[in-house]
């Protein structure tokens, strides 16, 4: 186990700048989630880690000692692949413990590694199994045992889930949970899902064009988003934005909307009066009834637990979730109005704004 | 309608034409192409077989007879066929070896990418382009020290003593026909291999080096065996392929000298367009057939071992 130092990383492939420059410290035993959408080079990133890329720019420290030209079988990490990458040729028992027999680590310390991992695992009855007899969530759990038998400095998973039906991705994300918790291995994982973001990560790392958007707790991300991105990124449904312009008013600051009407703040801004700015509110946030403003209902997706309405507010849309099975009766209208304390308020250049 | 018609006759009532027609009508449509079939594959090997029990001399008017296995008994005693069946399993073992391990450095190479990879490979393809004829037609005027260079060469490197064609030495005759099979022949494995190697999803050798592979136990605990079964189909079929493969032989030294090139197949030739013997050509093809099948068999039983072992 050990902390890994990202420091001022860039990577080139030819002239195309993918990563532009990332900075990040992973303390020992903590489990980061690098998110963003697909091109972020947030897989780039962890294979840069891994040592199955080069490193155009920037240091990576691992356990304070610069790898950037060590193989990747000298840097002591271990790696699970969205495609798992077993090898079809061998049995489980082969598989997990290849990278033993490699190191020619003695017989008995091999076969008790594997059945370590393998009985963490449920894998005992597979063992003798080749990969092709094996389910997708089997595979995916074999992967992670060979990861595991080496105990190694930090573990690196790109995408592991992705191949797997929702029930057992689900399953398998608690899984990795409770692993990591018994194991605290130090363990970077590379996804696109927001939710595996929230529910693994200590700290979400949020990416977007090459760059750091946010690092943060999960609840960070989603309380105080840093931008735009962020904002967009974390939570589903996704967050709604409103294009309108700052007013301090006389102790009682709002945003004015394009149709004119005011949204209230929760406090003032250190902007100049009519600025523009963009409102976030959460789809959850926002409380349907009452007194507010009026939007066309046009669809309503229920969900079970809950139900998402698909609004067309001064004629763009707008995503309202609620847990009141009322709305379902809604008809064509429904009224709406935002919590002053839910409202996020983000500039020109799409940073968040902060109270004075 | 067809059925109507069928409904109002009481069963066992059909007149013994219609039970003719309706029994034979598949076969009837499949005729055509069973007929086409036993017509261009079934009868000259039938006929060609039945040469190896008859006398056929094509310059005697007065052969054609049928003499059992007379030729076969001649075959036994036949110390050129003896030495020809050496030459075979050396001029094969010898071609099929180096064109294997030349053509799988030449694929693992074509594997990495570099600049101009695209036309590199066209390139290696090149020589399975070139007629076989020609192949052995170039090849032989290489090693004549009067037109080609190779004598020269070697001679100045020090592998020959004197700048002599080796086609014409008895003891390295054979390594003439060698060289320009495996010139002729490294596409096929290149290709085929190079084909094989590109399918090995890359992530295997990523995690391969992960877990502390070098790029010596990647090629063996990877790239080995998932080419093992490219490898064995197609060893198999040049191995089958090149004992037959007399064109080289017969262009280059035409056997010679003295016999030292001489393999099965160019014996056949020679058996039936130099001495135009047809029948005992025959008798010597029948016998390398039966080789060839045995040696199939082999790899065929071997193979379903393996894999019933997996």
């Not at chain 1, 030819?14 to 972020?40: A, M, N, Q, W, Y």
Request: proline share 6%; net charge neutral; aromatic share 8%.
């Amino acid at each position: 186990m050990a902390s890994i130092d990202i420091r001022d990383i860039h990577k080139s492939y030819g002239k195309i700048e993918v990563l532009h420059g990332v900075d990040l410290t992973i303390r020992d035993g903590e489990f980061i989630v690098l998110v963003g959408p697909s091109g972020c080079g947030k897989s780039t990133l962890l294979r840069m880690i891994a040592g199955l890329e080069e490193v155009t720019g920037g240091d990576i420290l691992i356990a304070e000692k610069r790898v950037n030209d060590l193989a990747p079988k000298d840097r002591d990490i271990a790696m699970v692949f969205q495609s798992y990458a077993l090898y079809p040729h061998m049995s489980v028992a082969q598989n997990m413990s290849y990278s033993l027999r490699l190191r020619k680590t003695p017989r008995e310390r091999v076969a008790s590694a594997v059945s370590a991992a393998a009985s963490k695992l449920g894998l005992d009855p597979f063992l003798e199994r080749r990969p092709k007899a094996l389910s997708g969530g089997q595979r995916q759990r074999v992967a992670m045992g060979r990861a595991i038998v080496r105990q190694p400095k930090a573990f690196l998973f790109d995408e592991p889930l992705s191949n797997l039906d929702a029930r057992l991705r689900e399953q398998m994300r608690a899984e990795i949970k409770k692993l990591h918790g018994e194991l605290g291995a130090t363990s970077i994982y590379v996804t696109h899902d927001q939710i595996e973001a929230m529910t693994l990560a200590d700290r979400i790392v949020a990416m977007h064009g090459g760059v750091v958007q946010q690092v943060g707790s999960p609840l960070d991300l989603y309380d105080r988003p840093a931008n735009l991105f962020v904002a967009g990124f974390i939570g589903s449904p996704g967050m709604n934005f409103i294009e309108a312009r700052y007013q301090p008013g006389e102790g009682s600051p709002a945003a004015r909307l394009a149709d004119g009407t005011l949204v209230a703040l929760p406090h003032a801004y250190a902007l100049e009066p009519d600025t523009p700015v963009t409102l976030g509110i959460r789809p959850e946030h926002v409380v349907i009834g009452g007194e507010g403003r009026e939007a066309a209902v046009e669809l309503i997706e229920p969900t079970g637990f809950g139900t998402i309405l698909h609004l067309a507010l001064h004629g763009l849309p707008f995503k309202v979730f609620t847990t009141d099975r009322k709305v379902l009766n809604a008809g064509n209208a429904a009224t709406i109005s935002f919590p002053p304390q839910h409202l996020h308020l983000f500039d020109q250049e799409g940073a968040r704004v902060g109270a004075v | 309608m067809a059925t109507t018609v069928i409904a109002e006759q009481p069963p066992g009532r059909k007149s013994l034409m219609q039970r003719f027609a309706r029994g034979w009508e598949p076969y009837l449509y499949s005729a055509p192409a069973l007929i086409l079939i036993v017509t261009v594959m079934l009868v000259p090997l039938v006929v060609g077989i039945s040469y190896a029990f008859r006398d056929v001399q094509i310059l005697n008017p007065f052969s054609g007879g049928f003499i059992g296995l007379d030729h076969f008994r001649a075959l036994a005693g036949d110390r050129a066929f003896l030495v020809a069946l050496k030459n075979t399993v050396w001029w094969t073992g010898a071609s099929v070896l180096l064109q294997f391990a030349f053509g799988l450095i030449l694929a693992l190479l074509l594997d990495k990418p570099f600049t101009g990879r695209g036309l590199a490979q066209a390139l290696v393809f090149l020589p399975w382009a070139v007629p076989t004829f020609l192949t052995g037609l170039n090849w032989a005027w290489l090693f004549n020290p009067v037109i080609g260079p190779l004598p020269h060469w070697l001679h100045a490197l020090g592998i020959l003593s004197e700048p002599n064609n080796i086609l014409s030495d008895p003891e390295l005759a054979m390594w003439g026909p060698i060289i320009a099979n495996v010139w002729w022949g490294i596409p096929f494995f290149a290709i085929t291999l190079l084909a094989a190697l590109q399918a090995i999803p890359r992530d295997l050798y990523e995690a391969a080096s992960i877990d502390g592979a070098g790029p010596v136990q990647r090629f063996l605990s990877i790239t080995l065996p998932f080419l093992a079964p490219t490898i064995a189909i197609t060893i198999l079929l040049r191995t089958v392929w090149i004992s037959n493969f007399a064109d080289l032989i017969v262009v280059m030294t035409k056997g010679g000298p003295a016999d030292r090139t001489q393999i099965v197949a160019s014996y056949i030739f020679t058996q039936a367009f130099t001495r135009l013997d047809f029948g005992y050509a025959s008798a010597v093809a029948m016998v390398l057939l039966v080789l060839l099948l045995v040696y199939s068999m082999l790899i065929v039983v071997l193979r379903q071992t393996l894999l019933n072992k997996d």
